[in-house]
T-cell receptor
Framework: GENVEQHPSTLSVQEGDSAVIKCTYSDSASNYFPWYKQELGKRPQLIIDIRSNVGEKKDQRIAVTLNKTAKHFSLHITETQPEDSAVYFC??????????FGSGTRLSIRP | DAMVIQNPRYQVTQFGKPVTLSCSQTLNHNVMYWYQQKSSQAPKLLFHYYDKDFNNEADTPDNFQSRRPNTSFCFLDIRSPGLGDAAMYLC??????????????FGAGTRLSVL
Protein backbone atom coordinates (compact mmCIF):
# COMPACT_ATOMS: atom_id res chain seq x y z
CA GLY A 1 0.00 0.00 0.00
CA GLU A 2 0.89 3.66 -0.15
CA ASN A 3 3.49 4.87 2.28
CA VAL A 4 4.19 8.53 2.97
CA GLU A 5 7.34 9.38 4.87
CA GLN A 6 7.85 12.81 6.38
CA HIS A 7 11.00 14.49 7.71
CA PRO A 8 11.99 15.95 10.04
CA SER A 9 9.72 14.98 12.92
CA THR A 10 10.61 18.18 14.76
CA LEU A 11 11.94 21.46 13.43
CA SER A 12 12.92 24.62 15.26
CA VAL A 13 13.70 27.79 13.32
CA GLN A 14 14.39 31.40 14.23
CA GLU A 15 11.55 33.79 13.57
CA GLY A 16 11.98 35.26 10.12
CA ASP A 17 13.96 32.30 8.78
CA SER A 18 12.61 29.70 6.38
CA ALA A 19 11.35 26.23 7.22
CA VAL A 20 11.35 23.24 4.89
CA ILE A 21 9.52 19.97 5.44
CA LYS A 22 10.06 17.06 3.09
CA CYS A 23 7.94 14.05 2.19
CA THR A 24 8.28 11.05 -0.05
CA TYR A 25 5.57 8.75 -1.34
CA SER A 26 5.62 5.25 -2.73
CA ASP A 27 2.57 4.97 -5.03
CA SER A 28 3.61 6.38 -8.41
CA ALA A 29 -0.10 6.75 -9.27
CA SER A 30 -0.58 9.36 -6.52
CA ASN A 31 -1.76 12.56 -8.11
CA TYR A 32 -2.76 14.91 -5.32
CA PHE A 33 -0.72 16.13 -2.37
CA PRO A 34 -2.33 18.26 0.36
CA TRP A 35 -0.62 19.80 3.36
CA TYR A 36 -2.41 20.24 6.67
CA LYS A 37 -1.58 22.45 9.64
CA GLN A 38 -2.75 21.34 13.05
CA GLU A 39 -2.36 23.71 15.97
CA LEU A 40 -2.33 22.30 19.47
CA GLY A 41 -5.73 20.91 20.35
CA LYS A 42 -7.29 22.05 17.08
CA ARG A 43 -8.45 20.43 13.90
CA PRO A 44 -6.21 19.80 10.89
CA GLN A 45 -6.68 22.50 8.29
CA LEU A 46 -5.72 22.37 4.65
CA ILE A 47 -3.15 25.09 3.95
CA ILE A 48 -1.99 24.29 0.45
CA ASP A 49 -2.13 21.46 -2.05
CA ILE A 50 -0.56 20.49 -5.35
CA ARG A 51 -1.58 18.24 -8.19
CA SER A 52 0.73 16.00 -10.13
CA ASN A 53 0.55 18.10 -13.28
CA VAL A 54 2.21 21.02 -11.49
CA GLY A 55 5.77 21.31 -10.19
CA GLU A 56 5.36 24.22 -7.80
CA LYS A 57 2.61 26.24 -6.19
CA LYS A 58 2.84 29.36 -4.02
CA ASP A 59 0.44 31.08 -1.68
CA GLN A 60 1.96 34.11 0.03
CA ARG A 61 4.66 32.78 2.40
CA ILE A 62 3.91 29.14 1.69
CA ALA A 63 5.08 27.14 -1.29
CA VAL A 64 4.99 23.48 -2.20
CA THR A 65 7.21 21.72 -4.73
CA LEU A 66 6.70 18.33 -6.33
CA ASN A 67 9.24 16.09 -8.02
CA LYS A 68 7.22 13.27 -9.60
CA THR A 69 10.27 11.41 -10.85
CA ALA A 70 11.80 11.20 -7.41
CA LYS A 71 8.41 10.98 -5.69
CA HIS A 72 9.33 13.83 -3.38
CA PHE A 73 7.30 16.85 -2.33
CA SER A 74 8.19 19.63 0.06
CA LEU A 75 6.61 22.47 1.99
CA HIS A 76 8.48 25.75 2.23
CA ILE A 77 7.51 28.48 4.68
CA THR A 78 9.39 31.76 4.32
CA GLU A 79 9.65 34.65 6.82
CA THR A 80 8.33 32.42 9.59
CA GLN A 81 6.18 33.94 12.30
CA PRO A 82 5.19 32.69 15.78
CA GLU A 83 1.74 31.74 14.52
CA ASP A 84 3.38 29.25 12.14
CA SER A 85 4.14 27.04 15.14
CA ALA A 86 2.08 23.87 14.71
CA VAL A 87 2.25 20.29 13.52
CA TYR A 88 2.30 19.99 9.75
CA PHE A 89 1.16 16.85 7.93
CA CYS A 90 1.86 16.05 4.33
CA UNK A 91 -0.45 13.62 2.56
CA UNK A 92 -0.87 11.86 -0.75
CA UNK A 93 -3.96 10.61 -2.53
CA UNK A 94 -3.19 7.11 -3.70
CA UNK A 95 -4.55 5.07 -6.58
CA UNK A 96 -7.46 3.95 -4.38
CA UNK A 97 -8.39 7.61 -3.80
CA UNK A 98 -7.44 7.37 -0.15
CA UNK A 99 -5.57 10.18 1.60
CA UNK A 100 -2.49 8.78 3.30
CA PHE A 101 -0.91 11.08 5.88
CA GLY A 102 2.73 11.46 6.75
CA SER A 103 3.77 11.16 10.38
CA GLY A 104 3.86 14.92 10.97
CA THR A 105 6.44 17.61 11.71
CA ARG A 106 6.27 19.70 14.84
CA LEU A 107 7.45 23.16 13.84
CA SER A 108 8.52 25.60 16.54
CA ILE A 109 9.36 29.22 15.79
CA ARG A 110 11.89 30.74 18.16
CA PRO A 111 11.38 34.46 18.93
CA ASP B 1 -18.87 29.18 12.11
CA ALA B 2 -18.36 25.53 12.85
CA MET B 3 -19.34 23.42 9.86
CA VAL B 4 -18.30 20.03 11.20
CA ILE B 5 -19.31 19.70 14.82
CA GLN B 6 -18.15 16.97 17.12
CA ASN B 7 -19.63 16.22 20.51
CA PRO B 8 -18.43 15.92 23.10
CA ARG B 9 -14.98 17.51 22.88
CA TYR B 10 -13.75 15.32 25.71
CA GLN B 11 -15.10 11.89 26.62
CA VAL B 12 -14.04 9.67 29.44
CA THR B 13 -15.16 6.07 29.50
CA GLN B 14 -14.30 2.96 31.42
CA PHE B 15 -12.48 -0.03 30.06
CA GLY B 16 -15.02 -2.19 28.23
CA LYS B 17 -17.91 0.28 28.52
CA PRO B 18 -19.48 1.12 25.15
CA VAL B 19 -19.13 4.71 24.05
CA THR B 20 -20.55 6.73 21.15
CA LEU B 21 -19.01 9.79 19.59
CA SER B 22 -21.09 12.17 17.52
CA CYS B 23 -20.43 14.23 14.41
CA SER B 24 -22.76 16.55 12.56
CA GLN B 25 -22.27 18.73 9.52
CA THR B 26 -24.01 21.76 8.06
CA LEU B 27 -22.33 21.46 4.66
CA ASN B 28 -24.68 18.85 3.15
CA HIS B 29 -21.63 16.88 2.07
CA ASN B 30 -21.99 13.38 0.70
CA VAL B 31 -18.96 11.90 2.40
CA MET B 32 -18.23 11.64 6.11
CA TYR B 33 -15.04 10.17 7.54
CA TRP B 34 -13.82 9.00 10.94
CA TYR B 35 -10.14 9.16 11.77
CA GLN B 36 -8.24 8.03 14.85
CA GLN B 37 -5.27 10.17 15.84
CA LYS B 38 -3.01 8.99 18.63
CA SER B 39 -0.56 11.29 20.33
CA SER B 40 2.16 12.58 17.99
CA GLN B 41 0.87 10.46 15.12
CA ALA B 42 -0.88 11.11 11.85
CA PRO B 43 -4.65 10.69 11.56
CA LYS B 44 -5.55 7.14 10.58
CA LEU B 45 -8.71 6.56 8.56
CA LEU B 46 -11.09 4.10 10.23
CA PHE B 47 -13.99 4.22 7.73
CA HIS B 48 -16.09 6.54 5.67
CA TYR B 49 -19.61 6.85 4.34
CA TYR B 50 -20.41 7.91 0.82
CA ASP B 51 -24.05 8.80 1.30
CA LYS B 52 -25.38 5.60 2.89
CA ASP B 53 -22.62 3.36 1.60
CA PHE B 54 -20.29 2.29 4.37
CA ASN B 55 -16.60 1.77 3.55
CA ASN B 56 -14.50 0.11 6.20
CA GLU B 57 -10.71 0.21 6.15
CA ALA B 58 -9.21 -3.28 6.09
CA ASP B 59 -7.29 -2.80 9.31
CA THR B 60 -10.05 -1.17 11.36
CA PRO B 61 -10.83 -3.41 14.35
CA ASP B 62 -14.33 -4.89 14.65
CA ASN B 63 -14.61 -3.03 17.93
CA PHE B 64 -15.26 0.13 15.92
CA GLN B 65 -18.62 0.59 14.24
CA SER B 66 -20.35 3.53 12.61
CA ARG B 67 -23.84 4.71 11.83
CA ARG B 68 -25.09 7.42 9.54
CA PRO B 69 -28.83 7.85 10.09
CA ASN B 70 -29.06 10.85 7.75
CA THR B 71 -26.87 13.19 5.71
CA SER B 72 -26.07 15.45 8.64
CA PHE B 73 -25.09 12.99 11.35
CA CYS B 74 -22.53 10.25 11.72
CA PHE B 75 -21.70 8.28 14.86
CA LEU B 76 -18.68 6.32 15.93
CA ASP B 77 -19.46 3.45 18.28
CA ILE B 78 -16.69 1.74 20.22
CA ARG B 79 -18.22 -1.45 21.56
CA SER B 80 -15.63 -2.37 24.17
CA PRO B 81 -13.00 0.35 24.56
CA GLY B 82 -9.54 -0.76 25.52
CA LEU B 83 -6.70 1.34 26.87
CA GLY B 84 -5.21 1.39 23.39
CA ASP B 85 -8.28 3.14 22.02
CA ALA B 86 -7.53 6.32 23.91
CA ALA B 87 -6.97 8.88 21.20
CA MET B 88 -8.34 11.92 19.42
CA TYR B 89 -11.16 10.96 17.07
CA LEU B 90 -11.60 13.28 14.12
CA CYS B 91 -14.63 13.50 11.91
CA UNK B 92 -14.30 14.99 8.45
CA UNK B 93 -16.51 15.63 5.45
CA UNK B 94 -16.11 16.24 1.76
CA UNK B 95 -18.62 16.98 -0.96
CA UNK B 96 -17.50 14.01 -2.98
CA UNK B 97 -14.98 11.20 -2.75
CA UNK B 98 -12.37 12.60 -5.09
CA UNK B 99 -10.29 14.52 -2.57
CA UNK B 100 -8.20 16.04 -5.34
CA UNK B 101 -11.29 18.04 -6.30
CA UNK B 102 -13.11 18.28 -2.99
CA UNK B 103 -11.65 19.78 0.16
CA UNK B 104 -11.87 17.70 3.31
CA UNK B 105 -13.19 19.64 6.30
CA PHE B 106 -12.30 18.40 9.76
CA GLY B 107 -14.17 18.73 13.01
CA ALA B 108 -12.38 19.83 16.17
CA GLY B 109 -12.21 16.24 17.41
CA THR B 110 -13.25 14.30 20.47
CA ARG B 111 -10.48 13.32 22.83
CA LEU B 112 -11.33 9.93 24.32
CA SER B 113 -9.81 8.75 27.57
CA VAL B 114 -10.23 5.16 28.74
CA LEU B 115 -9.87 4.46 32.45
Amino acid sequence: GENVEQHPSTLSVQEGDSAVIKCTYSDSASNYFPWYKQELGKRPQLIIDIRSNVGEKKDQRIAVTLNKTAKHFSLHITETQPEDSAVYFCAAKNSASKIIFGSGTRLSIRP
Amino acid sequence: DAMVIQNPRYQVTQFGKPVTLSCSQTLNHNVMYWYQQKSSQAPKLLFHYYDKDFNNEADTPDNFQSRRPNTSFCFLDIRSPGLGDAAMYLCATSRDQDLAKNIQYFGAGTRLSVL
